[in-house]
């Protein structure tokens, strides 16, 4: 089943000359990275019965362990298994590591693949695969972003399934991938198909005591004298003879900037402080927990996709053990930080999006690039591992309790349903109503598939 899908900014103007046009940059506001995406009219795409309207994505940027979160190998050896031991869950014979006690208990709502596989090793090559569901033409480390990557999947589901009602489509919160020291992942937004494909990231710290998101710190003067502009500006629109594309992308980005600064839901969504203490600490007060909690904020809005990234910590990007990434003291590092704030932030999310009936319309994955080496290394670290890691889901109405796949006796490899990028893409578009097979058309008016070498996993959209 394939549709056509009109590529929407051949030869667009830059987003920061057509917010400039747009007349938000005399005012002194710069949206920056949030610059809206250019809406699209008039696009087809082959929508199936979705059984999820939005979804939120947890990438856990640095690799987390297997052995440590959902596949514990007890029987191993010491300087595989590690020094923590297994927890049964409330499903019976599926057991996850001790330093998932709150996720245990809520086993039965989460669907588990045990045999995730990239066969990379690096983390932007292998990041990018999982990210976008294609593979990329290099494996190895520090492969620039570039102009010619594949969108990612929150790109594609922004741009394909964009929001009901609001200007915010897929949002990427609260930073964006990079690997040491600064240097961009591939495959995290639009890719060849341009600005208008971009999901919006909002850099922000939602831990702080107040939320600002870089670009969006506008004054109150400012919106009501943008306001009083949007009339002048859309009074000289009319004047136009014809209907240049430029022209058109300019009114569509100023419509989505007045949107999102003046006083609508998904700004109401961005004022964190909204929410109870009570609410706020149940996620964590860590920035990664508040992510979370703004994501959930987010989807209820209309956001039609939401990726947290994990976000570093000060210092990180010149670390050697940034983010999950424990090639020292790995046992440490997931027993004091990692491990209790990613427990704690996804249980609360689970929890609260049941609880606002919002669980069975709502896909969760949880992710990250790859796994960690079987063995431990002298330094007490794991390294990179992208044979084999796992990758939980909810929500959506899939089957609560189910491990998909499984690894061998040392979490080496997989042995049991190997399950590839392409795959988990194909499944996540099926379960938001987007057909696989969809046709879009890159900027040559080329037909490309939205997924190749992959198929949804008919455990989950069965």
Not at 117 to 123: F, K, V
Request: a neutral charge.
């Amino acid at each position: 089943m394939a549709g056509r899908f009109p590529h929407p900014c051949r030869g667009p103007a830059p987003r920061r000359e057509l917010l400039r046009i747009g007349g938000l940059g005399a005012l002194g506001v710069t949206l920056g990275d949030l610059a809206p995406r250019l809406r699209r009219a008039g696009a087809a795409v082959p929508l199936g019965q979705p059984r999820a309207r939005n979804c939120i994505v947890l990438f856990l940027a640095g690799g987390p362990p297997q052995h440590e979160t959902f596949d514990p190998k007890p029987a191993a050896p010491v300087e595989i298994r590690g020094p923590f031991l297994p927890v049964s869950t409330s499903v019976p014979g599926t057991a996850f590591c001790e330093l998932l006690p709150r996720l245990a208990r809520r086993a039965d709502r989460l669907c588990v693949i045990r045999s995730m596989t990239t066969g990379i090793h690096s983390h932007s090559t292998s990041g990018c695969f999982m990210l976008t569901g294609h593979e990329p033409t290099s494996v190895a480390e520090n492969v620039p972003a570039s102009a010619a990557d594949w969108p990612s999947i929150a790109a594609a589901v922004g741009a394909l399934r964009p929001a009901d009602d609001g200007p915010l489509d897929a949002v990427v919160i609260p930073e964006g991938l990079v690997n040491n020291p600064a240097i961009p992942w591939p495959g995290q937004n639009g890719g060849f198909m341009g600005a208008a494909w971009h999901p919006h990231l909002l850099r922000c710290d939602p831990s702080a005591a107040r939320l600002e998101i870089d670009g969006l710190s506008v004054p109150a003067e400012a919106v009501r004298r943008l306001g009083a502009r949007r009339g002048l500006l859309e009074s000289l629109d009319g004047l136009a003879i014809g209907g240049s594309q430029g022209l058109l992308e300019a009114q569509r980005v100023r419509h989505e900037a007045f949107e999102l600064l003046g006083a609508g839901a998904t700004r109401r969504a961005l004022e964190i402080e909204r929410e109870t203490e009570a609410t706020r600490d149940r996620y964590g007060r860590t920035k990664f927990g508040q992510s979370v909690l703004l994501a959930r904020r987010l989807v209820e809005a209309g956001v039609r996709l939401v990726q947290v990234n994990y976000p570093r910590e000060p210092g990180d990007t010149t670390s050697n053990n940034p983010l999950w990434d424990t090639h020292v003291d790995n046992a440490g590092r997931l027993e004091r930080v990692l491990c209790p704030t990613f427990d704690t932030a996804l249980a609360a999310l689970l929890d609260d999006l049941a609880e606002r009936g919002l669980l069975d319309d709502t896909l969760v994955v949880a992710m990250g690039e790859f796994g960690r080496t079987p063995r431990i290394n002298p330094s007490g670290g794991r390294d990179h591992w992208g044979s084999v890691f796992s990758v939980a889901l909810a929500g959506a109405g899939l089957p609560g309790g189910a491990v998909i796949g499984a690894s061998d006796a040392h979490g080496a490899q997989p042995t049991l349903r190997p399950v590839r990028p392409p795959d988990l893409a194909a499944t996540i578009f099926q379960l938001l109503g987007i057909a696989p097979a969809t046709e879009f058309r890159d900027g040559l008016g080329r037909p490309l598939a939205l997924v190749t070498g992959g198929e949804p996993l008919a455990e989950l959209v069965g």
